[in-house]
């Protein structure tokens, strides 16, 4: 078994320490968050700028990033949602993914993360209600 991280997991671990340094020194954290956004390129920046804007337009989750990526916390600082971009870790789609405390529990089983190439208007409208529902 190769014990060892890739480039990209060690870059994602240093972004989690910074993130947590500044949070006890009460960095502004959206800003952060639009800062990593501004980051990427493309379809990656333009899929982060859409969610972001959807998450701030219907829930009151607040922004922050999360192993240097885009994500959204409830009001205990729990991270409910998220976005990964596709350059990031050199894959072919970005990814929009709910944490435990998002509430999308549907029976015994349900998607968590979804693979993202484009947002329609009518995908944009499946998030928010994703969104609501994961907020309660």
């Known amino acids: 078994m190769n014990t060892t991280f890739s480039k990209e997991e060690k870059a994602a671990m240093r972004a989690a320490a910074a993130e947590a340094k500044a949070a006890k020194v009460g960095a502004h954290l959206e800003a952060a968050c639009v800062a990593a956004i501004a980051e990427m390129t493309g379809k990656d920046q333009e899929l982060a700028q859409i969610l ?31 976005f990964q971009s596709a350059a990031k870790f050199k894959v072919r789609y970005a990814t929009i993914g709910f ?24 995908d944009q409208k499946k998030i928010v209600a994703l969104l609501k529902k994961a907020v309660g």
């Not at 972001?52 to 409910?80: D, F, I, R, S």
């Not at 999308?104 to 979804?114: I, K, R």
């Open 52 to 82: 972001h804007g959807l998450v701030q337009e219907h829930t009151t989750l607040g922004a922050k990033t999360w192993y240097g990526m885009p994500a959204y916390t409830n009001a205990e600082g729990k991270v409910v949602v998220f």
């Open 99 to 122: 944490q435990p405390d998002a509430q999308l529990d549907d029976g015994n089983f349900w998607a968590t993360s979804y693979a993202v190439t484009t947002l329609t208007a009518a």
